[in-house]
T-cell receptor, first 112, second 114 residues
């Protein structure tokens, strides 16, 4: 079993849709949680960072962490074609000092 | 200018050849990392370095070696390239951010081994 599992697989939605991306993890020592966005032929860039359970909002993006269920989510409201990218969850801290563990990534396509 | 740079950006090589991928950073971070990315597998850690004298293997280090020439420079070598090392390679640095660590990635090197 992988330490971090990300779903869904490739996702295609119409412009304006609400998108939900999810990751589950098995290591209860993880302390901080991130979402990265990666455009085609580019390196991943940090999109959202959360340290505690609960919700964090930044514009159209909301990151949600539930440490008791070992589950994190990223919600994108009013999705735009420019949101089309690969989204990677990542987490670290505790016994993983100095390293991050990444999910497999979700390829999102938002069509006009 | 980019904070993390990688050279070359694209490379085609033949099986058995030795190649080196280079990474430089201007962020002043001590920690640097090499990852490979394959479709459906996310980012997998090859090697990481917490400072010039501290180098560690990641989850998939076989067939790779690294050199940390300075705080700002971290190179990845494929001693004898094989086709299943065809992948996208990323260098990253790590710094503290809002109470935890996060990583900053270079633009990647696309490697094709024939």
């Amino acid at each position: 079993q992988k330490e971090v599992e990300q779903d869904p697989g490739p996702l295609s939605v119409p412009e304006g849709a609400i998108v939900s991306l999810n990751c589950t993890y098995s290591n209860s020592a993880f302390q901080y949680f991130m979402w990265y966005r990666q455009y085609s032929r580019k390196g991943p860039e940090l999109l959202m960072y959360t340290y505690s359970s609960g919700n964090k909002e930044d514009g159209r993006f909301t990151a949600q962490v539930d440490k008791s269920s070992k589950y994190i989510s990223l919600f994108i409201r009013d999705s735009q074609p420019s949101d089309s990218a690969t989204y990677l969850c990542a987490m670290g801290g505790g016994t993983s000092y100095g390293k991050l563990t990444f999910g497999q990534g979700t390829i999102l396509t938002v069509h006009p | 200018d980019a904070d993390v740079t990688q050279t070359p950006r694209n490379r085609i090589t033949k099986t058995g050849k030795r190649i080196m991928l280079e990474c430089s950073q201007t962020k002043g971070h001590d920690r640097m990392y090499w990852y490979r990315q394959d479709p459906g597998l996310g980012l997998r850690l090859i090697y990481y370095s917490f400072d010039v004298k501290d180098i560690n293997k990641g989850e998939i280090s076989d067939g790779y070696s690294v050199s940390r020439q300075a705080q700002a420079k971290f190179s990845l070598s494929l001693e004898s390239a094989i086709p299943n090392q065809t992948a996208l390679y990323f260098c990253a640095t790590s710094g503290w951010f809002r109470g935890g660590e996060t990583q900053y990635f270079g633009p990647g090197t696309r490697l094709l081994v024939l």
